[in-house]
C-alpha cells in the first residue's frame, strides 16, 4: 500500500473495508453531522482512473466535497481507494466492471452491521463510469435503496468510445480518409478485444493497451440490460458544459428509467446543472475549473437523497 494525502473533515474516520475478495479497502467515512442514532450513508463509487478515494480531476476533489456536503445533510459519507490503488489491496490490471461493483457491494455490507448506520436507508453515489459500476452493485445488492449517478454514461462502451474517439479526431487536421481508417482500427481492436481472436496485423502496443479484463467488461456493459432490473429510485444528475459524457448520455439513462415497469411515478429523476462541467465545477471566464464541486450540485444530490431516503416515523 502507498500513504497518500486526502482530504479530511472534523470527525472523519480513517478505516480498512473487507472485501468480499478477500483483501482490504481503505476508505474514509464521514459521519453524518447532527444524527443521533442510526443515520442513513452513502457509498461513493469513483471512476476507473487511478485517482483515490478524493476522486480529484482537474484540482477538484469531487467526492471529498460531496462527502463534507452530505454529511451536513445528515449522511455517513464513505469514499475509499479503487482496488490496486492507494491503500487498498487487490490488483487493477485483472479488475473488471463487475469486480469494481463488487467493490461497492463489500462496503454496503459492512455499513449495514455498523450501530450508528440505519441498514434501509443505504444509497450508492457513481461519479463517470463508476455510474456503470453503481448500476451494477444495484442490481446485485437489492438492499441498496437508491442510486445516484454523476456525469454517467448511458450507452453502451463500445458506443461510447467510438463517440470519443470521432469527438478526438474531428480536433485533428487528419484528412478523412485517415480518420476513417482510426475508426476502422478502432473497432477491430474493440472486436478482438471481446472475441478473444482477431489481432492479426494490429500492432502489439496497441493489443497490450486495450486487451484487458477492465477494457472487454466496458465495451460489454449496456446500461439497457442492466436497467430493467432495478427497482430502487434513479437521480441522474449532469453539467450543461459536460464534454465527456454530454447531455445525450443523461437523456439516455432517464429514458432507461422511465421505462421500467411497476414502479411509481418519479422513481426516475434528471437534473440539467447549467455552467457546470464534467469535473462537477463551473468554469472561471477564460481559466481553469473552479476548485470545488458546484453548490448547486451538492444541494441537487443532497436534497433528493433526503427526500427519497427519509427518517423512519
Avoid: C
Wanted: aromatic content about 6%; proline content about 6%.
Amino acid at each position: 500500500t502507498t500513504r497518500e494525502e486526502t482530504v479530511r473533515h472534523p470527525g472523519d474516520q480513517e478505516l480498512f473495508i473487507p472485501a468480499i475478495a478477500g483483501f482490504q479497502l481503505a476508505g474514509t467515512l464521514t459521519p453524518a453531522g447532527g444524527v443521533t442514532g442510526r443515520a442513513p450513508a452513502v457509498v461513493l463509487v469513483s471512476s476507473s482512473g487511478r485517482e483515490d478515494r478524493d476522486q480529484r480531476l482537474a484540482g477538484v476533489p469531487i467526492f471529498a466535497d460531496l462527502a463534507h456536503a452530505l454529511s451536513q445533510a445528515g449522511f455517513h459519507a464513505v469514499r475509499y481507494d479503487k482496488r490496486g490503488i492507494g491503500r487498498s489491496g487487490g490488483r487493477t490490471e485483472s479488475s473488471t466492471l463487475a469486480d469494481y461493483a463488487e467493490d461497492a457491494v463489500s462496503v454496503v455490507e459492512w455499513l449495514r452491521k455498523r450501530r450508528d448506520v440505519d441498514p434501509d436507508r443505504i444509497a450508492v453515489l457513481g461519479y463517470g463510469d463508476g455510474g456503470a459500476m453503481a448500476l451494477l452493485a444495484g442490481e446485485r445488492e437489492k438492499r441498496i435503496k437508491a442510486i445516484v449517478l454523476l456525469a454517467s454514461p448511458g450507452q453502451t462502451g463500445r458506443e461510447i468510445t467510438l463517440v470519443q474517439q470521432k469527438k478526438a479526431l474531428a480536433l485533428t487536421i487528419d484528412t478523412d480518409e485517415a480518420k476513417q481508417e482510426k475508426i476502422a482500427l478502432q473497432q477491430r481492436i474493440m472486436d478482438a478485444v471481446v472475441r478473444g481472436t482477431g489481432w492479426e496485423g494490429i500492432a502489439p502496443e496497441l493489443r497490450q493497451q486495450a486487451d484487458t479484463p477492465w477494457f472487454k467488461s466496458w465495451l460489454l456493459f449496456a446500461p439497457a440490460k442492466v436497467m430493467p432490473k432495478l427497482k430502487q429510485p434513479l437521480l441522474i444528475v449532469t453539467g450543461s458544459l459536460d464534454e465527456e459524457f454530454p447531455l445525450d448520455q443523461a437523456d439516455w439513462l432517464e429514458s432507461l428509467g422511465h421505462s421500467r415497469k411497476k414502479l411509481p411515478a418519479g422513481a426516475t429523476q434528471k437534473i440539467i446543472v447549467p455552467g457546470v462541467n464534467h469535473f462537477l465545477a463551473a468554469p472561471s471566464l477564460g481559466g481553469p475549473a473552479a476548485v470545488t464541486v458546484s453548490p448547486a450540485i451538492l444541494s441537487s444530490v443532497a436534497d433528493w437523497l433526503k427526500h427519497t431516503l427519509p427518517p423512519k416515523r
